[in-house]
C-alpha cells in the first residue's frame, strides 16, 4: 500500500524491489497500485484548489495553483493593499492568519478607499472606469443603523427531544468550530464617495455616489485572493500573526494615518491569541474554585503522608519511565514543562495524556513551521530565477573578450553601418539579382569610389533598376488620365482630388506619358549601360509617384496596404529635396557626393520595398520565422511524449501473456516495415511510413521488442525533420536581412552575416546614463570586480557600460568565444535570455564561423610573418651595388653577363617586399592571407582612381557617334552632305580634336529629317549656341541623323506601306517628336540615350558578310562590296560592269532598265555595229569613264520620276514627303515590321499605329 510521509513499513527489506514516484513521494510494493497510481497521476481528474480549474493532471494542477498564487501577489492593487495592511499591522491582533484575512476582508468589503481603482454604474447602459477621490462620513446614518439593529426581534429556535440528543451526540463525536467574531465597522450606507473617471482625469469629480454604485473588478477583493495575498506577507510572532519587516518597508507603512485612506470612525478589532499546546490553569485559581473537601477527605491526605516513601520511589519510577517523553518535550520547547516533569507527586493517565495531546501539537506546529520555512525558500528561489534587468542580477560572468574591427581611414564606423545594410539587402533578395552579384566590397567602392568610370556605382543602380523595372511591369500600368472616364476609378479619383498632392501628381502623369511617348517605352524599360545610366535614373526619379489607370490602382493599393502614390519614398523625398534629380539633369551619377549617392541607394531601396513583389517575399519569412521556431519545440515535446508513451507501453506488454494481433492494415504495414528493415532489405522506401512515424504512433498494439525497435526507427525519423526544421529556419534567418541575434547586459547588438561569415557587435552610440550598480553576490564593494563582468558600478567614470568611448564595432574572433559566450549569459537577464536563444538554436552554424575566422586570421599572420622573414634573407644574399637593397626574383634567370638594360628592367620590377612576398607566393603556391578581420570581409584600403582632366562621358559619346559614322560608311546607308571643299574625313579630324564643326553644318542639317518643314533648332538658336564640347556632339549627331537614308530606319520611327508593287517608308509623328526634343538634352548622358535609341532603330546590316556576288558567286564583305538599292542583290565593286560613283542608292545594270526603261535610239549605223559586235567580243569589265551619259540623264529623269510618285502620296497626309528613294526591297520591310522586328531597348512589343496614324491619313 502507498504510504507518505512517515518511515518504510519495517517489513520491506533491501533487497525487495519497489517502485517510487517522485512527484508524491509514494513508495510501492505492488507494481499494480503503482501503474494505478501513475496512471491516476496522469489523468485530467484534478482540480486547482484556487482557481478551481479542472481536468489537470497532478503536476498541471499544482503548476496551476503556484501561477494563480503569483499572478494574485502581481495584480493585486496597492491602492487596495495599503489600507488592509495598515490596518492589519496597527490594530489587528490575531493569532491565526484566516482570522486576520477575515478581519481585513469585512472591513473592506462594501467600502472603498482613497485612490482605488474601481467601476461606477451610473445607469444600466453607462459604465465608468475611474478611481476614487474622496469618502464622506454620515454619523446620522451610523445611528440609525445601531437603532435598528437593536430593535431586530431575537430569532428562537425550538428543537424536539431527539434533535438535542443528535446534537449533543454530535458534539460529543467531534470538537466545535469556534467562528472568529468580526470586527465592528460602520454600515457601507453610512459612507459616499467622490468619483473620478479615467476618460475625465482632469475635469470635476462625481460626488455624492452611495456603495451599491461602485464596485471593484472580479479579479479583486475576494476573500481567497486576500488570504493568497496575505499569506506570503505575514508571519507568526509568539502568540501573534504580524506583518513581515519586509513587506512595512516595502509598503511604507510606519508613519500613516486613517485618514489617508478612508474617513470616519476605526474599526473596533476583536482580539484572539494563538491557542497553546496544551490547557494550563492556574494553580491558585483552581484550588479556589475547587469545593471545599470533606473532614474524611482531608483524613485519608494525612494518611497518605506516613506512606511519602512508597510514593516517592513509585514517583521516581513513572519519572524515569517518562524520560524520553520529556527529552522531546523539552526539544519541542513546550512550555510549562515542569508541570509533568516533577518528584512530588504520581501523575495521572490524564496528565500523562494531556502530555501526549501537547507533544502531538507541538510537533503539527513544527511541521507547519517547517513547511512556511520551505515555502518560504521555494519562493526567494523562484523570485531569484525570475527574468530581471540583465544589470540587477548579481551572478554575473564574466564575458569573452571582444576584438575591435579595423576599419579603413577612409570608413568611418556611421558610413560602415550604412554600407552593411546596402550589402544586407542586396543579399536578403539575392534571387531578384540573380545575373548581378554584389558584394561588400561593391558597396563601398560604389559610395567612396570617385572620378572616372565607377563600375561598382553603375552596377548597383542598374540592379535596383533592373528590380524596379520588373515590380512596375507587375504592379503598374500606364498613367492615368484624368479626362478620360475609363481609366479612372474611387481610389484614383481621391488622388487627383487631394489637396496638398493632386495637382503634382496630374503633372507628374502627363510627364510620365511624355517619355513614354518620347522613347516609345516607358522610362523604367529604357536601355541601360554606363553611359545612360544617369539619364535613365533621372526619368525614373522625376516620374516616380505618377499615378496608374483605375483598377490597376485599386489593386496596387490593396496588396501595397493602401500605399498612396504620393506615399512613394523617391517622390516624398524629391519633394522636400530635389537636388540629386536636379544635379542629375546636367552631370552625371559620378559627380554625386557620398551623402547623395548614399541617399540615392536609400531611397530606391524604400521605393522597392513598397511593392508588393518584395513586401510578400519579407513579410512571409518573418511570419515563417516564429512559426519554425514553434514547430521545432512542439517537434521536441512530442518526441518527449512519445518516449513516455513507448515506456508505458512496453511496461504493460511485458507484463501481457498472450502478445496483440491486430489486423489493421496500418500495423500489419508497420510490421511488415519493421521486418524488411530488419532483415536489410533493398528498395525499402521510408517515405511510406513516415507520416506514420511522425504521428501519434500506435505503440500499444506491438511487443516489447516491437517497441523498442520502432521506438528506435522513430528517433531517426525524428532527427531527420529536427534537421530539416533546423535548416530552413536558419536560411530563413538569414534571408530576413537583418541578422540580429540578440544584445548582451551592455546593450551590445550581435548580428551574423552569412555571406562573410562572421559575427559583428554594434555598441550603442548613446548608452544612456549610469543607475544603481550591479550588485555582486561574491565582492559586493569592489568595482574592479564589476568592470570584470562588464557591470554598471554607478559611476560614469569607470563604468564600462554606458561610456560613450567604446569603440562602434567588434567582433568574435578568438577560437571557443561563441560556447564561453553562451556560458558568461545570464539565465536571468531580459536580453541575455534572447541572445543565448539565438546563439544555441543556431550553433550549429555559428560556432564553425567563428572558429573559422580565429583560425584562418592566426594562419594569416603566420603565413606573413614567414613570407616576411624569407624576404629579409633574400635581400641579404642579393645586395645591391649602387648601395640600395633589391629583391630579383630567381625565375628570371638572370645575370651580369645579360645587357645592362635588361638588367635594370629586371632590377625594376621589384623594389618592395611586398613584390618579393608576391613572387614566393606564385612559387610557393601559398594560399591567400588576411591581415585582419575587416580584409576577410572584403573591406580593403580604397585606392582612388586619378581624376580625369576631360569626363570619359565626353569620350565614349565622341566613340558612339564616330563609330555610327563609319557603320553607316561602310553599310552604304546614306551620305553627309558638306559644304565645298570639305570631307567626311576633315569632320571626323574635327571632331575627334574637339574643334569647331559648325562650319560643317549645312542648312538641311538642322531640319528634322524627313520632314523639312520644321526645324530641330533655328538658325539664330545655332548662332547663339556655344561652343562646348557638349554641343558640337549634338550638331555632330544632328549630321549622323540626316546621313541615313529614311529606308533604312526601322520602328518605331517608321512605318512601311504597300502599294501594289511598292513598298514605302513613312516617318512617324514619334520620330519627329524624338528629333525635336534632342535640344532639350543638358547631360551626356542624356544625348547618350538618344544616341542609344537611334542606333537600335536602324538597319545596320543592309551588306550582309554571307551573302553570294551574282557575279562570280563568291562571299562578299561589307567594305568591298555594293548593294543595289531595288533588288537588293550584293556586289563585289569589281565585278559591277559599270564606275560606281557612290554606293548609296546604287543600282544595278537590270534594275536601272526596269526602272527607267531607255529612250528610243535611231537605228545603228554600220560603224555603230561593229562596235556592238566587238563590245559582246570584250570582256564584262567597262571604263567608269566611258559611262554614257545619256544613261545619266535617264536616270536622273526616273529619280524625278520617283520624287513626283512620292510627293503624290504625301499630299494627303499631314507629314512631310521623304526625301530618300521610295522603294525598299523585301529584306528591309520585314526588318522593319515583319517577323525579325525587335522592340527597342527592352525586348517587348509595342504597338506604334498611334504615332504614324496622323500621317498615314
Not at 499569506?231 to 513587506?247: A, C, D, I, Q, Y
Not at 522593319?1232 to 512589343?1245: D, I, M, Q, S
Request: proline content about 5%; charged content about 30%.
Amino acid at each position: 500500500m502507498p504510504f507518505r510521509r512517515r518511515k518504510p513499513d519495517p517489513s520491506i527489506k533491501d533487497s525487495d524491489k519497489v517502485w517510487y514516484i517522485e512527484s508524491t513521494n509514494e513508495v510501492f510494493t505492488n507494481y499494480d497500485d503503482f501503474f494505478d497510481r501513475y496512471i491516476q497521476m496522469n489523468s485530467m481528474c484534478w482540480t486547482c484548489p484556487v482557481t478551481g480549474k479542472s481536468g489537470l493532471t497532478f503536476e498541471e494542477a499544482k503548476e496551476s495553483e503556484r501561477e494563480a498564487v503569483k499572478a494574485v501577489e502581481d495584480s493585486f492593487p496597492k491602492a487596495l493593499a495599503v489600507p488592509l495592511l495598515w490596518l492589519a499591522h496597527t490594530y489587528c491582533y490575531r493569532g491565526r492568519c484566516d482570522d486576520l484575512v477575515n478581519d481585513v476582508y469585512v472591513v473592506s468589503r462594501d467600502r472603498y478607499f482613497i485612490g482605488e481603482t474601481v467601476w461606477y454604474q451610473q445607469s444600466e447602459a453607462q459604465r465608468f472606469k475611474g478611481r476614487i477621490v474622496g469618502v464622506e462620513y454620515d454619523a446620522t446614518k451610523a445611528i440609525a443603523a445601531k437603532k435598528d439593529k437593536k430593535d431586530l426581534p431575537k430569532k428562537e429556535e425550538h428543537h424536539s427531544e431527539d434533535e438535542d440528543a443528535a446534537n449533543q451526540s454530535a458534539t460529543s463525536k467531534k470538537k466545535s468550530v469556534i467562528k472568529p467574531e468580526d470586527p465592528e465597522v460602520p454600515n457601507p450606507e453610512c459612507y459616499t464617495y467622490s468619483f473620478l473617471p479615467f476618460e475625465n482625469d482632469g475635469g470635476d469629480a462625481i460626488t455624492d455616489i452611495e456603495h451599491s454604485a461602485i464596485s471593484r473588478p472580479k479579479a479583486v477583493g475576494s476573500r481567497v485572493k486576500m488570504r493568497l495575498f496575505m499569506r506570503k506577507l505575514t508571519e507568526l510572532r509568539g502568540n501573534k500573526v504580524v506583518l513581515s519587516k519586509s513587506t512595512i518597508e516595502q509598503y511604507q507603512l510606519t508613519g500613516r494615518h486613517w485618514e489617508e485612506f478612508f474617513t470616519g470612525p476605526l474599526p473596533d478589532f476583536p482580539k484572539s491569541e494563538r491557542r497553546k499546546p496544551f490547557g494550563y490553569i492556574n494553580e491558585n485559581k483552581r484550588k479556589a474554585e475547587s469545593p471545599p473537601q470533606s473532614p474524611v477527605v482531608a483524613k485519608k491526605q494525612r494518611a497518605s503522608k506516613s506512606t511519602g516513601g512508597k510514593v516517592k520511589k513509585e514517583v521516581q519510577q513513572q519519572q524515569d519511565l517518562l524520560k524520553d517523553v520529556f527529552e522531546q518535550a523539552r526539544s519541542l520547547q513546550i512550555e510549562d514543562l515542569p508541570k509533568w516533569e516533577q518528584n512530588q507527586r504520581v501523575l495521572s493517565d490524564a496528565e500523562i495524556d494531556e502530555l501526549k495531546e501537547a507533544i502531538k501539537i507541538a510537533q503539527e506546529d513544527k511541521r507547519e513551521r517547517e513547511k512556511d520555512r520551505k515555502k518560504l525558500e521555494k519562493e526567494a528561489a523562484a523570485a531569484h530565477k525570475r527574468p530581471r534587468d540583465d544589470l540587477q542580477c548579481d551572478d554575473l560572468k564574466p564575458l569573452p573578450e571582444l576584438k575591435f574591427l579595423q576599419l579603413p581611414s577612409y570608413l568611418t564606423p556611421e558610413s560602415f553601418s550604412q554600407v552593411l545594410s546596402i550589402s544586407q539587402f542586396f543579399y536578403t533578395f539575392s534571387n531578384f539579382f540573380e545575373d548581378i552579384e554584389i558584394t561588400l566590397k561593391d558597396c563601398i567602392l560604389a559610395l567612396y569610389q570617385n572620378g572616372g568610370k565607377n563600375d561598382s556605382l553603375v552596377k548597383i543602380l542598374t540592379a535596383l533598376l533592373k528590380c524596379r523595372a520588373i515590380c512596375v511591369e507587375k504592379e503598374d500600368g500606364d498613367e492615368a488620365n484624368p479626362k478620360v472616364d475609363n481609366e479612372m476609378s474611387n481610389e484614383t479619383y481621391a488622388v487627383f482630388n487631394n489637396k496638398k498632392h493632386g495637382g503634382r501628381i496630374a503633372e507628374l502623369n502627363k510627364l510620365h506619358e511624355k517619355y513614354r511617348t518620347l522613347h516609345g517605352i516607358a522610362p523604367p524599360f529604357l536601355t541601360v549601360n554606363w553611359v545612360t545610366i544617369s539619364e535613365v535614373l533621372r526619368l525614373n526619379l522625376i516620374i516616380s509617384g505618377y499615378c496608374p489607370m483605375g483598377l490597376v490602382y485599386q489593386t496596387r493599393v490593396s496588396k501595397r496596404g493602401a500605399i498612396q502614390c504620393y506615399e512613394d519614398p523617391v517622390y516624398a523625398h524629391l519633394l522636400e529635396d530635389p537636388t540629386i534629380a536636379e544635379k542629375l539633369e546636367t552631370l552625371s551619377i559620378f559627380d554625386l557626393t557620398f551623402d547623395e549617392r548614399m541617399t540615392l541607394i536609400d531611397i530606391l531601396r524604400e521605393q522597392l520595398l513598397t511593392f508588393c513583389t518584395f513586401r510578400d517575399i519579407q513579410e512571409e519569412r518573418i511570419v515563417k520565422l516564429p512559426d519554425l521556431r514553434k514547430q521545432i519545440k512542439n517537434l521536441k515535446l512530442w518526441d518527449q511524449e512519445q518516449e513516455k508513451a513507448s515506456r508505458i507501453a512496453a511496461y504493460a506488454a511485458d507484463e501481457l501473456e498472450t502478445p496483440k494481433n491486430s489486423k489493421d492494415k496500418n500495423i500489419v504495414k508497420l510490421r511488415a516495415y519493421l521486418k524488411a528493415v530488419n532483415e536489410n532489405r533493398r528498395g525499402v522506401n521510408p517515405d511510406d511510413v513516415k507520416d506514420e512515424f511522425l504521428g501519434n504512433f500506435p505503440y500499444d498494439e506491438f511487443t516489447a521488442e516491437e517497441i523498442r525497435d520502432f521506438r528506435d526507427i522513430q528517433k531517426t525519423f525524428f532527427a531527420d525533420k529536427l534537421e530539416e526544421l533546423a535548416v530552413e529556419n536558419f536560411e530563413t534567418f538569414c534571408k530576413i536581412g537583418s541578422g540580429f541575434l540578440g544584445r548582451d547586459r551592455s546593450f551590445r547588438s550581435y548580428y551574423y552575416f552569412e555571406q562573410y561569415p562572421i559575427i559583428l557587435v554594434e555598441n550603442v552610440d548613446n548608452p544612456g546614463d549610469c543607475g544603481e550598480a550591479t550588485p555582486m553576490k561574491s565582492d559586493p564593494d569592489d568595482p574592479d570586480a564589476i568592470i570584470s563582468v562588464m557591470g554598471c558600478t554607478g559611476s560614469a567614470e569607470n563604468c564600462l557600460v554606458h561610456s560613450k568611448s567604446r569603440p562602434k564595432w567588434m567582433y568574435l574572433g578568438n577560437e571557443g568565444d561563441l560556447d564561453e559566450l553562451i556560458n558568461a549569459c545570464n539565465p536571468r537577464g531580459f536580453r541575455e535570455i534572447e541572445l543565448v536563444d539565438s546563439l544555441t538554436t543556431f550553433q550549429k552554424w555559428l560556432k564553425p564561423a567563428v572558429d573559422n575566422l580565429s583560425i584562418v586570421l592566426q594562419e594569416s599572420a603566420n603565413e606573413l610573418k614567414e613570407n616576411h622573414r624569407n624576404a629579409l634573407d633574400i635581400e641579404e644574399e642579393n645586395p645591391l651595388t649602387n648601395g640600395h637593397s633589391e629583391d630579383i626574383p630567381m625565375e628570371n634567370g638572370l645575370d651580369k653577363s645579360e645587357p645592362e638594360s635588361r638588367q635594370t628592367r629586371s632590377h625594376s620590377k621589384s623594389k618592395t617586399p611586398d613584390s618579393t612576398i608576391n613572387n614566393l607566393k606564385k612559387k610557393k603556391n601559398l594560399k591567400i592571407t588576411f591581415s585582419s578581420a575587416a580584409e576577410f570581409m572584403g573591406i580593403t584600403d580604397l585606392k582612388q582612381t586619378e581624376d580625369f582632366q576631360d569626363n570619359p562621358l565626353l569620350f565614349e559619346v565622341r566613340k558612339m557617334i564616330t563609330d555610327m559614322i563609319s557603320k553607316i560608311d561602310l553599310q552604304a546607308l546614306g551620305e553627309f552632305s558638306f559644304n565645298d571643299n570639305q570631307t567626311s574625313e576633315e569632320f571626323l579630324k574635327a571632331l575627334n580634336n574637339g574643334e569647331n564643326i559648325k562650319p560643317f553644318m549645312v542648312e538641311n542639317d538642322l531640319k528634322i529629317h524627313c520632314y523639312d518643314e520644321e526645324n530641330i533648332i533655328s538658325s539664330e538658336e545655332f548662332d547663339k549656341l556655344e561652343n562646348s564640347e557638349f554641343n558640337q556632339l549634338m550638331l555632330a549627331f544632328f549630321k549622323v541623323i540626316h546621313g541615313v537614308r529614311q529606308k533604312f530606319i526601322k520602328a518605331p520611327f517608321t512605318l512601311t506601306e504597300k502599294q501594289r508593287n511598292n513598298v514605302t517608308v513613312i516617318p512617324t509623328k514619334a520620330f519627329v517628336q524624338w528629333q525635336q526634343a534632342i535640344p532639350e538634352c543638358q547631360s551626356f548622358s542624356a544625348l547618350a540615350l538618344f544616341i542609344t535609341a537611334f542606333d537600335s532603330s536602324v538597319q545596320w546590316t543592309a551588306i550582309k558578310n554571307t551573302q553570294k556576288c551574282p557575279v562570280c558567286r563568291k562571299k562578299t564583305q561589307a567594305e568591298d562590296s555594293v548593294i543595289c538599292d531595288h533588288c537588293g542583290n550584293q556586289y563585289h565593286m569589281q565585278c559591277t560592269p559599270d564606275e560606281i560613283e557612290s554606293r548609296v542608292a546604287w543600282l544595278c545594270k537590270a534594275c536601272s532598265r526596269k526602272v527607267a526603261p531607255p529612250k528610243k535610239r535611231k537605228p545603228p549605223s554600220r560603224y555603230q555595229e561593229e562596235n556592238d559586235e566587238a563590245e559582246k567580243e570584250a570582256p564584262p569589265f567597262v571604263d567608269a569613264n566611258n559611262f554614257d551619259e545619256e544613261e545619266d540623264e535617264e536616270e536622273e529623269e526616273v529619280a524625278e520620276k520617283s520624287t513626283i510618285d512620292m510627293d503624290d502620296v504625301f499630299q494627303t497626309s499631314d507629314s512631310p514627303p521623304p526625301n530618300d528613294d521610295n522603294n525598299s526591297s523585301l529584306e528591309n520591310q520585314e526588318d522593319g515590321g515583319g517577323r525579325n522586328a525587335r522592340v527597342r531597348r527592352n525586348k517587348r512589343p509595342v504597338d506604334y499605329s498611334e504615332y504614324g496614324e496622323s500621317l498615314l491619313n
